[in-house]
């Protein structure tokens, strides 16, 4: 809560409290949309689920009873938006694993760890990709 250390600012904050919120909305539309993604096509992909617990949590900093009801709920917002990201992520990554498997040929991107831990197949190797993902 940074933004509490400078007071007399709150006109920064009134202007940008609406590109904040306004998100929300499409948000839960999204995460309606990639939750029954996930549950349709995950099972007939043979791919695990994304357990959503392990990546959003939106009842643990409200809890805290120092804090005032609209530090509460700017907490369950980041809560759930930043978890909600994640937890997309998650499953775009297992998407990706499945449906294309092969490394980015831009090694330094951020957030593509996964396809090294997932072995995707190396970039530019006809080889690699053949071997790996053969018809059977």
């Keep these: 809560m940074l933004y509490q250390k400078y007071p007399g ?10 590109f904040i919120w306004a ?13 029954m993604y996930q549950y349709v096509c995950f099972p007939l992909y043979g ?9 959003i949590s939106i009842w ?17 917002y980041c809560g759930y938006m930043n978890g909600v990201f994640a937890y997309w992520g998650e499953i775009a990554h297992r998407t990706e694993g499945y ?3 092969i490394i980015h040929q831009e090694n330094n991107l951020k ?22 993902y053969k018809s059977k």
């Design 9 to 18: 600012k709150s006109l920064r904050h009134i202007i940008g409290g609406p």
């Design 47 to 55: 791919l695990e689920k994304v357990n959503r617990r392990d990546y």
């Design 23 to 35: 998100p929300l909305l499409f948000a839960l539309i999204l995460d309606l949309f990639v939750e």
């Design 111 to 132: 957030g593509h760890e996964y396809q090294h831990a997932h072995e995707f197949t190396p970039f530019d190797d006809e080889q690699a990709f053949t071997q790996k």
């Design 99 to 101: 449906r294309c498997g």
């Design 60 to 76: 643990d900093r409200p809890r805290l009873k120092y804090l005032n009801w609209y530090q509460k709920l700017r907490c369950a």
